[in-house]
C-alpha cells in the first residue's frame, strides 16, 4: 500500500499540522481522529489495516489528520470563547487548506470525491464539516459520535457553538442552497454500538433531525457486544465501506 507523510505550515491554525496519505487512486476519505489524538491514531488502533485492502486496490484514498481538540474542547485551561474561535480555524483549515491539497495529491483538475469519516469526537468533525460544506464533501460515515456540541462546551454557548451543533443549527435551517446541497447527498451513514461507552440515542437523533430536513440518511446500530472501542470500528468502517460505497 502506497504511504505517506506530508506537513505544512496552516495559516488558519498557526503551527505545523501533518497529513498520512494511504493509496494511490479513488475518491478520498477524511479520516477525523478521535479526542484529542493525532493524525497516526488510526495506524496506531490498526484501523488502517482494516481498510488496507480498499486503498490498495484503488476504491479510495486516505487521507488521515490531526485534531486540535486538546487546543479547544479538550482543553479545560482555555477560556471558552477562546475554544471556540479555535474550532472555527480549524474548520477553515480543513476547507481551505485540506481539501485543496486532497485535490493536488489526486491530481484532480475538478473538486475531487471526497468523504468524511471519523469516531468519537472525530464523527462529530466529519458530520459537522459534511453539513456545513457540501460543495466539497460528498457523504460520510460517522461512528459512535455525538453531534450536540453543547456535551463539550461545558455550558458555554454562543453563535459558533450554534452554529457548529448539528443537532441545534440543522432543525432551524431554512429552505436555501445550503439545504438543497444536503438534500441531494445519499451516502450518509451513522453508526454506533449499543455496548459500553455507546451512545446509540446520539445517532439515532441526529438521523432524526437530517431525515426532518429532507436530508437521506442511514443509521445502523450494532448489538450490544460493540463498546466504545476500537474493535468496534475495525469492524464498522470496512463493512460500511464494502456495502455503500
Known amino acids: 500500500m502506497d504511504r505517506s507523510i506530508h506537513s505544512w505550515f496552516s495559516p488558519a491554525l498557526g503551527k505545523e499540522m501533518e497529513v498520512a496519505v494511504y493509496?494511490?487512486?479513488?475518491?478520498a476519505l477524511l479520516m477525523f481522529p478521535s479526542a484529542a489524538a493525532d493524525y497516526l491514531e488510526y495506524e496506531r488502533f490498526h484501523l488502517i489495516d482494516a481498510v488496507q485492502g480498499v486503498f490498495e486496490s484503488g476504491k479510495m484514498m486516505g487521507f488521515s489528520i490531526n485534531s486540535i481538540n486538546s487546543e479547544s474542547w479538550l482543553n479545560n485551561s482555555m477560556a471558552p470563547r477562546d475554544k471556540a474561535v479555535r474550532h472555527v480555524q480549524y474548520n477553515q483549515y480543513i476547507s481551505e487548506e485540506v481539501v485543496p491539497f486532497i485535490r493536488d495529491r489526486m491530481g484532480a483538475t475538478e473538486r475531487p470525491t471526497?468523504?468524511?469519516t471519523g469516531v468519537s469526537f472525530g464523527a462529530f468533525h466529519a458530520m459537522n464539516m459534511l453539513l456545513h460544506r457540501p460543495d466539497l464533501?460528498?457523504?460520510v460515515?460517522?461512528?459512535s459520535g455525538v453531534y450536540d456540541l453543547k456535551e463539550y462546551a461545558k455550558g458555554y454557548y454562543d453563535e459558533d457553538v450554534y452554529f457548529n451543533s448539528p443537532?441545534?443549527?440543522l432543525p432551524n435551517l431554512g429552505d436555501g442552497p445550503l439545504l438543497e446541497a444536503l438534500r441531494a447527498k445519499n451516502k450518509i451513514f451513522l453508526m454506533s454500538g449499543k455496548g459500553n461507552y455507546e451512545d446509540p440515542h446520539a445517532s439515532w437523533i441526529m438521523g432524526e433531525v437530517l431525515g426532518?430536513?429532507?436530508i437521506h440518511n442511514f443509521v445502523e446500530l450494532w448489538g450490544e457486544e460493540w463498546t466504545h472501542d476500537w474493535p468496534t470500528w475495525r469492524a464498522m468502517l470496512?463493512?460500511?465501506i464494502e456495502r455503500f460505497f
Open 23 to 27: 493509496g494511490h487512486s479513488g475518491p
Open 114 to 116: 471526497v468523504y468524511t
Open 137 to 139: 464533501f460528498d457523504g
Open 141 to 143: 460515515i460517522a461512528m
Open 167 to 169: 443537532i441545534d443549527f
Open 212 to 214: 426532518k430536513k429532507g
Open 238 to 240: 470496512p463493512s460500511a
